[in-house]
């Protein structure tokens, strides 16, 4: 019976002397929450810009699924899209959520834009498109600053 009532008398010093214990658990437990909060926030953004995408499929569209399948969008159909993998080849059925993104069509630039190429140049027209202020060539070493306050080169 004494050594109960000694354990008691312990459990309860330790107790009154970690007198804000409960409000540090709570602080943990509130910065836990928020964190999940946060990383929940992000997540359902990215499913909702990845469920927007997905609405805006239409055919003709250049795809690729998220088992790597490239295709064209032919034909829709509430949540089942079908892909043709080349014109004119065969026909898959994929489920709308297994599209993972849109494939841009390459840039093409425009032949009739005529880029002047420095071989077409003259010794004269390059000369007058260079800029002075920016190409300062010396005539010879005098007008160079000195490098280092010695002459010597280091010898050890």
């Known amino acids: 019976m004494t050594q109960l009532s000694v354990a008691l008398a312990a459990t309860n010093a330790t107790t009154s002397n970690t007198g804000g214990g409960g409000y540090s658990m709570f602080l943990i437990l509130a910065l836990a929450v928020g964190a999940f909060w946060f990383m929940s926030r992000r997540a359902r953004k990215q499913q909702k810009a990845q469920q927007e995408f997905r609405n805006t499929l239409e055919p003709g569209d250049e795809v690729m699924t998220a088992s790597g399948m490239m295709g064209y969008v032919v034909e829709i159909e509430?949540?089942?899209?079908?892909?043709?993998?080349?014109?004119?080849?065969?026909?898959?059925?994929?489920?709308?959520?297994?599209?993972?993104?849109?494939?841009?069509?390459?840039?093409?630039?425009?032949?009739?834009?005529?880029?002047?190429?420095?071989?077409?140049?003259?010794?004269?027209?390059?000369?007058?498109?260079?800029?002075?202020?920016?190409?300062?060539?010396?005539?010879?070493?005098?007008?160079?600053?000195?490098?280092?306050g010695d002459d010597e080169t280091d010898r050890k």
């Open 78 to 148: 509430d949540d089942a899209i079908t892909l043709e993998s080349t014109p004119g080849g065969s026909q898959t059925r994929w489920v709308r959520a297994a599209i993972a993104k849109k494939i841009e069509p390459p840039v093409v630039y425009d032949d009739e834009e005529d880029v002047e190429d420095d071989a077409d140049l003259t010794d004269e027209e390059r000369a007058a498109a260079a800029d002075d202020a920016v190409i300062d060539v010396p005539d010879d070493l005098s007008s160079l600053p000195p490098t280092r």
